[in-house]
């Protein structure tokens, strides 16, 4: 590899579905404390009148599932990618913010969804993650963020999955089984 920095991973063993949950959660936990991470949501938000949380919301997913030439990293937005077969692989918010500075801005629903939340955070939302699974099936196959409003008095979780082409902010799949890891 000459010339590329390589990248270090670190290998997680967990025991299930739910351990796997939460470690993302911690993923997007230490992205929404990270100062360029606070940087790009106040970017993205800008234009937004103070204290309208689904306007900030939108401005977030919007940035990641379409783009924002606010945003030098998320000019285009997160192209959908899968994960390699042999790993469920998870990219924290910064160095996906890293990554898709130097054009390489592609990346699955854990990343992207972890993305999100931590943008979402950054600016005092409460979020989690939150992973759905069809009904009378075991796995989940999916995970998507999700953010309470409003802010100073959270009742109602909305959705925010980036990587669905019908999908905009509120927006869930139907219902079966879910499981959410809040952040707190």
């Not at 590329?4 to 351990?19: E, I, S």
């Not at 082409?165 to 890891?181: C, K, M, N």
């Amino acid at each position: 590899m000459h010339g590329q920095a390589t990248m270090r991973l670190k290998v997680y063993d967990v025991a299930n579905q739910k351990a796997a949950l939460r470690e993302l959660a911690k993923i997007a936990e230490r992205g929404m404390l990270d100062p360029n991470v606070r940087a790009t949501a106040i970017t993205l938000t800008r234009d937004v009148s103070a204290r309208d949380d689904v306007g900030e919301l939108n401005a977030i997913f919007n940035a990641v599932k379409h783009g924002d030439g606010r945003v030098q990293a998320l000019a285009r937005g997160v192209r959908y990618v899968a994960d390699p077969r042999a790993a469920d692989y998870f990219v924290g918010p910064a160095r996906l913010l890293g990554l898709c500075e130097k054009g390489a801005c592609a990346e699955d629903c854990d990343s992207q969804s972890a993305l999100v939340a931590a943008l979402a955070g950054a600016l005092g939302f409460v979020v989690g993650l939150r992973a759905y699974g069809h009904e009378g099936e075991d796995e989940y196959v999916h995970v998507y963020a999700v953010a309470m409003v409003p802010k100073r008095d959270p009742r109602e979780a909305l959705g925010l999955d980036t990587t669905v082409d019908e999908s905009s902010v509120g927006w869930e799949p139907p219902r079966a089984r879910a499981l959410t890891a809040w952040i707190h």
